[in-house]
């Protein structure tokens, strides 16, 4: 096996994020951090679909903004998010006249867009790169699940799907979080089925990301301050910790879960957070404010996505999963 | 603005391909360089889906072997597809122990691939990378319009969603066909909202990214043997010949559309082929080919895609599209 973690020599750094995030998400203890907090889910839109699609739009705009940018100083927007053919992101890039990667991920899409965003600044292929991605929770629902209109029950293993949006602004230089490295994920299947569980099916693959993280790297969980996984909720972190203690490896002292964190009560939402926007408003509101002034050093960031469809489950299929890293220092 | 063309200085190098194709793409001008022919569009799974799948992970088996490499030589498997969720390639991915990014550009995929793992190979980062995507008429008729059991009749403006896959095996060094350059398309939408239309929709997007590439290289049309768009079909490329025409860039004389040469009796395909399937199949192998043995030297590879969804046309959106473009020599 070759190596699936890869150094950024240059050390692309993070130097503007924006965030964005429904009521719901605000009411916790994230919410403070958040830049832009909605009073309506809706965001004055007629569809959740297109709710969805101007958060994405807004925090690519906020993250230039911020880094004191104009649109057209910006090389690229990686971005991907839940909808089928990614259509939140593709037709948010629609407002910038900016070139657009579409990448697809799960909710693993933050992780990945920065590790490729960050290696085509460090190749020196361009100097400003959005990586941006989102979800919300109504198109999730009526996408994977059903719509909410018809009030289902959830089961008590499921996770909620943030309605949210997080962007960094990447760039060669400035001053900001330093990305040294990124660790790729394979894809990992455990046989779960039951797509109410994406936490247990999931933590595998998180598991196989950190444990060949400290593998090639050589490092220990101890250099870290935070070991921060995306979206695996109370259930799933278990599992992973569970998971990570068999093969050696104790990750319990410094490891948190955005979707374990991003709700107040979290017997609402039953295991916590999910969906693509959960670890991108996390990583760019919280974890982001934290490394820039409240001593968090340095963290290993891990997001993890479920590769399944609606058809692939109802053809019988497991949900592989797959969860990619990245260093991220202060 | 900034520029949309990077360069790459190490020249990766494709150095073997792999395609499969269906019965009726093989019996077209493209078949009898097409490495496996199915005689059976099923491929032997229970469902079109599956078949999908089973065609990519065979392209992307197949280009590993070609190259004479073992899978855990293979340091990345950049893919995706048409599919919800890109499970084609998520699926296919599983049966590869290899980091995987999964991207989406719909039909601009093949070109989307190469561009990103030619950046992580000519940046230094991995040495062996695969770029591959593939499509089914099968499931794109069950998930873009109507099941094919339903016998619906098709406007004289469509195209017929090819039935293959291609893959190839990008390195750092070897001999083949070099990879100099990308030119990073922008989204691009004119208004069209006719999903049976996407040769239209698509040509103003490869006209922004070819206008683009011949602006920022200073080079002209004459510097390369072929202008090869990805699946504009008949009508597409001759708005494209015009929009080009229009803006003072004749590329009438070398320009060639995987789409409107991959079926031999264009007459019952409408207007061609489309799909991601399309020109993956077509450059994998038919210009592979003719570029290793045929004389072709230098051509100009862009590959395009409408980025649309069922959810977003019924939502009254119009179609968003994209246009990738990578220069290819030998």
Known sequence: MKHQTIYFKKCPTIIATSTIAGTKECQGIIGRYVETALSDDMFGESTYEKAECKMLSHVIDGAITNAGLKRHEVDMIVSGDLLNQIVSASFAARDFSVPFLGVYGACSTMAESIAVASTFIDGGYCDYAVAAT????????????????????????????????????????????????????????????????????????????????????????????LIVTGDLGALGSRILKDLCWEKGLDISENHIDCGEI?????????????????????????????????????????????????????????????????????
Chains 1, 2 share one sequence.
């Open 134 to 225: 989102g979800s919300h929770f109504a198109s999730a629902e009526r996408q994977y699940r059903y719509p909410l209109e018809l009030g289902c029950t959830r089961p008590p293993q499921s996770q909620w799907t943030v309605t949210g949006a997080g962007g960094a602004l990447i760039a060669s230089k400035g001053d900001g979080i330093k990305i040294t490295a990124a660790t790729l994920g394979k894809v990992v299947d455990y046989g779960i089925t039951d797509v109410n569980n994406m936490g247990a099916a999931m933590a595998p693959a998180a598991t196989d990301t950190i444990l060949t993280h400290f593998r090639e790297t050589g490092e220990s969980p101890e250099k870290y301050d």
């Open 262 to 330: 991003i709700y107040n009560v979290i017997e609402d939402e039953f295991q916590g957070g999910s969906g693509a926007g959960c670890s991108a408003v996390v990583l760019n509101s919280y974890l982001h404010s934290k490394m820039m002034t409240g001593g968090l050093k340095r963290i290993l960031f891990v997001a993890t996505g479920a590769l399944l469809s609606t058809v692939t489950s109802g053809q019988g299929e497991s949900i592989p999963c797959i969860a990619h890293a990245v260093v991220l220092e202060r």
